[in-house]
């Protein structure tokens, strides 16, 4: 029965891991669509320019690390695949 309990734990941690990476992408896509707007509304300034592209590819490296997380979090049982899709 310990080793039960232990895995239900193991569960709930990464179930409210994936959810906190759900939140941390969305709240990172929503950074982003907030940066592009004010790139386009800098409309040339080369130094603010270069500054949303620097944060846009650290952003983009961030999303792809959470997708890894992710995909190995649903190779590790199917049932994690079907709440990540869902």
Same mark, same amino acid.
């Given at each position: 029965?310990?080793?039960? @309990?232990?895995?239900? #734990?193991?569960?709930?941690?990464?179930?409210? !891991?994936?959810?906190?990476?759900?939140?941390?992408?969305?709240?990172?896509?929503?950074?982003?669509?907030?940066?592009?707007?004010? !790139? @386009?509304?800098?409309?040339?300034? @080369?130094?603010?320019?270069? +500054?949303?592209?620097?944060?846009? @590819?650290?952003?983009?490296?961030?999303?792809? +690390?959470?997708?890894?997380?992710? #995909?190995? !979090?649903?190779?590790? #049982?199917?049932?994690?695949?079907?709440?990540?899709?869902?």
């Amino acid at each position: 029965m310990e080793k039960f @309990s232990h895995l239900e #734990d193991k569960i709930y941690l990464t179930i409210e !891991l994936v959810k906190k990476l759900r939140e941390d992408n969305e709240r990172l896509e929503g950074e982003v669509t907030r940066l592009r707007a004010e !790139l @386009s509304q800098a409309g040339g300034d @080369s130094l603010g320019g270069e +500054k949303v592209n620097e944060l846009l @590819s650290e952003r983009e490296a961030i999303q792809a +690390k959470v997708e890894a997380m992710l #995909d190995a !979090l649903t190779e590790i #049982d199917p049932e994690i695949a079907t709440a990540v899709a869902g």
